[in-house]
């Protein structure tokens, strides 16, 4: 784990911020740490599964990063994006990076679902309260276990708390 006062941190980044948690183990949400991003479960569980990687070090654009750390994290992204799919079975996978609230390079992985009305559209057509669903602890760490899995599965370098 990274210590809170790694080079890369900027302060006032609530994604800098989540990513000192991590590393003090405080963060609730974390699933994994790779070689380029930190995986967390997202908030909007009406998409069951969802996940951000957050980039390692505070970098506000993808082409500020190194094109090779760039090619990483995009693997990154299609590996857990796989993973989420073997446990889920979407009809659609969603990918995102925006930045818009939290300039920090961050990637959206949003599981679609067949019995998702608004499924055409982007995610957040559908209001926050639908969308932001908190599960209930047991099922959160059963969930978050079971990412980890398959996560583990198709990334050897990946760690996990406690391993
Ligand atoms: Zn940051």
Redesign the pocket.
Known sequence: MRSAEHAG??SG?L??TMIERIGAGTFPDFIAELPQSYVILGNEQYYRGYCVLLARE?VTELYLMPASEVRAMIDEVRLVAEAIADLTHPWKMNYSCLGNQEP?VHWHLHPRYESDNLRHGPVWVRPDPERKIILAEDDQRQLIEALRAKIAARIPDARFPGR
């Open positions: 941190s900027q980044c994604i800098c505070h920090h």
